[in-house]
């Protein structure tokens, strides 16, 4: 299983940036998907949750209003459209899809495959 996540990068705040994760190796319609992010010295935390089907999401807080998640089953791809971004969403994000037959999951051992991850640096 592969989840590839890209999108990452330099934006003032205020900006956007859109990021993509690619997944190959799975059955990608049949697994729920999420957003997390970690920025340096802290532990890694949610940022928004897809159901399978993409009817469903589910957002943080922090982020909540600004973030849209969003899935293409037919490309194997998950997206987190980002906007009014701030410096505090400065962070390495990740993509990790969850194989069991819920969804929502907002803990990092509740999903089995992980992304490399995409560096998103909001500046001041």
């Known amino acids: 299983v592969q989840l590839q996540a890209s999108g990452g990068g330099l934006v003032q705040a205020g900006g956007s940036l859109r990021l993509s994760c690619a997944a190959s190796?799975?059955?990608?319609?049949?697994?729920?998907m999420g957003w997390f992010r970690q920025a340096p010295g802290k532990e890694r935390e949610f940022v928004a949750a897809i159901s399978r089907s993409g009817r469903s999401t589910d957002y943080a807080d922090s982020v909540k209003g600004r973030f849209t998640i969003s899935r293409d089953n037919a490309k194997n791809t998950v997206y987190l459209q980002m906007n009014s971004l701030k410096p505090e969403d400065t962070a390495v994000y990740y993509c990790?899809?969850?194989?069991?037959?819920?969804?929502?999951?907002?803990?990092?051992?509740?999903?089995?495959?992980w992304g490399q991850g995409t560096q998103v640096t909001v500046s001041s």
């Open positions: 990790a899809a969850d194989s069991s037959t819920g969804w929502g999951r907002r803990n990092t051992y509740e999903y089995d495959y």
């Open positions: 190796g799975l059955t990608f319609s049949r697994n729920a």
